[in-house]
């Protein structure tokens, strides 16, 4: 199989470039990380992140073909070829594909991302019903691998204020939990031209979703919270 | 001035639904007009005068215009917030705008009305 990788070491490389591989492998069930772990055997220096290798963890999260998505869980069988693979496009560059995720765990953070409930803690859980449990559905599983938002147009002009559809989603997952009572302050917090309605639905987020999840969504949903208080 | 990242400014609701809300001023408006045109058996001057000679569809025009410069300013300034960074330059492209639409509406009342 023939790859080409984006390859850039800031202390050697005066500018980044694009590697050509070749791997003397039946694509089978084999997925992207794999081919990307024996490459790494060629070339010792290729760079990337992972951990889990199943979806899960969301660390090797990259630019296939130019689509963002998770090495872990890409069939290698389902890519054209040449493989071309950048790191998520709109983040600083570390080393090859290793982007430096601060700015997206700025805004995740940015949106208070535990439950807030000032009651004293009960004997035992804190309990929902089962329908307010389904609320949650379709937001709790983000794993926050950043497929979503390093595709998103609003978040590449404004990564500094844009929330971003990760973010976003998160604020949803605890505007919509029964359990907080931050909600008007969450939904202050978001009324911005910039943090919240930057996002003009142009759904890649909900296009590149490893975990098909829909962030548009949820940020549709947070709109109407805000319409419901306003009106 | 200490260059910090600032947000908050706690407005955008409104606008977001303006924008809906007038796009469906227009789009009402073109199928309106659409449709007129489609059921004239001839098609001249007369036609369009004779549209818009009545106060109703000169009242209704105004409407769609006063939409359509409302949709386009959140539209510009969507544009520039997102593509000029300097808060100066955008000021001033706002101000820009906003002057412009506002000569628009005057000059649209002087259209319509034939004044």
Same mark, same amino acid.
């Given at each position: 199989m023939k790859f080409k990788i984006y390859r850039y070491n800031p202390d050697i490389d005066t500018a980044p470039y694009m590697q050509d591989f070749d791997l003397n492998l039946e694509s089978g069930d084999a997925m992207l990380l794999d081919a990307l772990m024996m490459l790494r055997k060629q070339d010792d220096s290729l760079g990337?992140? +992972?951990?889990?290798?199943?979806?899960?963890c969301g660390s090797d999260a990259m630019n296939i073909n130019g689509r963002n998505g998770l090495a872990c869980i890409t069939s290698l069988s389902s890519l054209k070829q040449p493989v071309e693979i950048r790191p998520l496009p709109g983040l600083p560059v570390i080393?090859?594909?290793?982007?430096?995720?601060?700015?997206?765990? +700025?805004?995740?953070?940015s949106i208070k991302p535990y439950l807030v409930n000032n009651d004293p803690p009960p004997e035992t859980e804190r309990l929902q019903s089962p329908k307010d449990r389904?609320?949650?559905?379709?937001?709790?599983?983000?794993?926050?691998?950043?497929?979503?938002?390093? /595709?998103?147009? /609003?978040?590449?002009?404004?990564?500094? +204020?844009f929330v971003g559809p990760a973010g976003l989603l998160q604020a949803y997952r605890f505007i919509a939990d029964t359990r907080d009572q931050d909600t008007a302050a969450r939904l202050d917090n978001l009324e911005d031209p910039y943090r919240l309605f930057r996002c003009h639905t142009i759904m890649n987020c909900v296009d590149v979703c490893p975990k098909e999840l829909n962030p548009t969504e949820a940020i549709g949903k947070i709109k109407d919270m805000m319409v419901k208080r306003a009106v | 001035m200490v260059n910090r990242i600032v947000t908050g400014a706690h407005y955008g609701l409104r606008?977001?639904?303006?924008?809906?809300?007038?796009?469906?001023? =227009?789009? %009402?408006?073109? $199928?309106?007009?659409?449709?007129?045109?489609?059921?004239?058996?001839?098609?001249?001057?007369?036609?369009?005068a004779g549209l818009f000679s009545g106060n109703p569809m000169r009242t209704f025009s =105004?409407?769609?215009?006063?939409?359509?410069?409302?949709?386009?300013? %959140?539209? =510009?300034? *969507?544009?520039?917030? *997102?593509? %000029?960074?300097? $808060?100066? %330059?955008?000021?001033?492209?706002?101000v820009l705008v906003i002057l412009a639409l506002v000569l628009y509406v005057?000059?649209?009342v002087q259209i319509l009305w034939g004044l």
């Open positions: 990337f992140r +992972k951990s889990c290798r199943e979806g899960v080393r090859d594909l290793i982007v430096d995720m601060t700015q997206f765990f +700025k805004q995740y953070h389904l609320e949650l559905d379709g937001l709790y599983e983000c794993i926050l691998c950043g497929c979503c938002t390093t /595709s998103c147009p /609003s978040f590449w002009w404004n990564p500094d +204020k | 606008d977001w639904l303006v924008q809906r809300v007038t796009a469906v001023v =227009m789009a %009402i408006y073109s $199928a309106v007009v659409v449709v007129f045109l489609l059921l004239q058996p001839e098609f001249g001057y007369d036609t369009w =105004m409407l769609f215009l006063l939409s359509l410069f409302y949709h386009a300013w %959140i539209g =510009m300034r *969507d544009i520039v917030m *997102d593509y %000029i960074k300097p $808060a100066s %330059i955008r000021l001033t492209i706002h005057i000059w649209s």
